[in-house]
Each structure stands twice: as C-alpha cells, then as structure tokens.
C-alpha cells in the first residue's frame, strides 16, 4: 500500500458542494441522494484511479469479477455517506436509526478510568460515532488524523455554526502524541483510522482479502506504549436511514488481529469500502 491517497486532491466544485449542502439542509435527503446518482455516474466516467481501484476491491471482497453497476454503487455508498456528514455535524443525528453492537464492551472498557483508544478505518463512517459520543452520550471524542485529509470538505460542512462531533488531533506535530496521552489520562475517547500508511513510519505486510498488503505498525506500537483499552470500530452504512456502529474487541494487541477483523468486515460490508487507490502496491 503507498501513498498514492495522499497525492490524491479532492474533487469537485466548491459550489456544488455548498449547493449540495444548502440543499440537504433545506430541500430534505431524499432530494440530494436522488442529486448524487449522476455525480456518482460523472465520477465513474471521469477518475479513473478510484474506478480501477473499486472494481479491483469489490473484485477480492465479493468472490466474483465485479462490474461498472458495483463500482457506481460503492460510489454511492460514499457519496451518501458524505451527505449524512452533514445532518450528523448540524445536530440532526436522531434523523437516523443507529444500532450498536457490542456496546457494553466499550463501556466496561472507559469503566476502567484510562480512557479508551479506538481504532478505526475507512471502511464506513467515523463520524457516526458522534451519534453515541459527544452528541448523544456527552462523551469528549478525539480523532487523530493529517489536517490535509478532506479538510476542504471538512470546512464546508462545518461552516454553517455547528461544530464537528469530534475533536481533531493532527497527526506529524511535535505533541502530537502527547496530546494522545493527555486526552487518555483524562478518560477520553481516541480514535486512530489505522488501515493506512500516513508517512516513513515502519509497516509490515500482511494478507488481506488473497493478497499481502502493507499495514503502519505505528497504531499498535502507540497503544502498547499508553496502556489504555483499545477496541476496534466500525460505523457502517447499512442503507436507507440505518447505521451500524459496531464495537470489536481485540482477542490480541496484535496488527494480524485488526487485520483479519478488517478483512471479514471489509466482506460483509464491502461497499462502505472508502479506500479509493491501489490498496496492495508495495511502493
């Protein structure tokens, strides 16, 4: 896995955007998902990158050679997802129904006074963990990631006065890990997306769905060192108005375990898939 993520620029018009989200505001959901089908069909045609690496992912995760129709509905899948960010960043969370799995575990887990560190991917909506986090259950929520990931997207969601349900601790700053530390000691939530390399930090390749793939030991080295909890989350797309938000234990503080959840997930879910880029170079 490289980093062709990164050199990756968002796409699409600031206006549309804005549009987009004026529209979701005031004109309702059901009109701006019936607005994506040919925005979804227009990036289909027009990045080929993401479509090759679509059909490339839908082809391990669903035992079969996947086609334009399955790679159009991961697009969908995504942009819908996009949309919901912005009814869960402007306070209408109770708009959709969440079912949590597992969730005791993440209790018993913050029960223990050290804080609990999650770790992530981009396989669905991290952001529907505000639904039970600082929305709903009033819980302080941090999320470590680059500045540069979507931040433009980020900032037009945000910028219509509501604030984003989780707190941001960017990644490469020289207290970056401090602050990690400090929102732990303090009984907070931390949530990593650990399914991607962000830089020279050592990795290690393991198989995943058929094929090696380089995994950042960085998440597991960070949570071994701290000492806190950790869970692995997941916040799925399960279509319609319904969500998953699903807790995961780890049987072992190993990057094989977070692999192989990540991979039966991946399966089961395979079009709320957000990596769009060749997942398995070696570069």
């Known amino acids: 896995m490289n980093e062709q993520w990164r050199s990756q620029r968002e796409r699409g018009s600031r ?12 004109s309702g959901r059901a009109l701006c998902r019936v607005l994506l089908v040919p925005i979804c069909i227009y990036f289909l045609l027009t990045a080929p990158l993401a479509r090759r690496s679509s059909l490339a992912f839908l082809s391990r995760a669903l035992h079969r050679r996947a086609t334009w129709r399955d790679s159009f509905m991961h697009l969908f899948v995504f942009a819908t997802t996009l ?6 960043v402007n306070g209408r969370q109770r708009e959709f129904k969440v079912e949590v799995n597992n969730e005791p575990a993440f209790w018993q887990a913050l029960m223990q006074g050290r804080g609990c560190l999650l770790l992530g991917s981009h396989l669905g909506s991290f952001e529907m963990l505000g639904v039970i986090g600082g929305a709903e259950k009033k819980l302080v929520i941090n999320v470590v990631m680059h500045l540069s990931d979507s931040e433009g997207l980020r900032d037009l969601i ?6 984003l349900p989780y707190k941001i601790i960017p990644l490469g700053h020289p207290d970056s890990m401090l602050r990690v530390k400090e929102c732990l000691a303090r009984g907070e939530v ?3 997306l650990a399914d991607r390399v962000y830089g020279d930090e050592r990795t290690q390749s393991l198989p995943f769905l ?10 597991l080295r960070l949570a071994k060192i701290i000492g806190a909890p950790v869970l692995m989350v997941y916040g799925l797309f399960r279509g319609g108005r319904r969500y998953e938000i699903a807790f995961e234990p780890m049987t072992e503080l190993t990057l094989q375990c977070y ?8 399966r089961r879910f395979p079009y709320n898939w957000f990596n769009f880029y060749d997942y398995w170079s070696v570069e």
Request: aromatic share 6%; proline share 4%.
């Open 158 to 163: 945000s910028s219509h006065g509501h604030e």
């Open 259 to 266: 692999v192989e959840t990540l991979e039966r997930k991946a």
């Open 210 to 219: 058929g094929c090696p793939a380089r995994f950042s030991l960085s998440p």
């Open 15 to 26: 206006s549309l955007v804005r549009l987009i989200i004026w529209l979701a505001l005031h």
């Open 190 to 192: 931390v949530g990593i």
């Open 83 to 88: 949309l919901d960010r912005v009814y869960l």
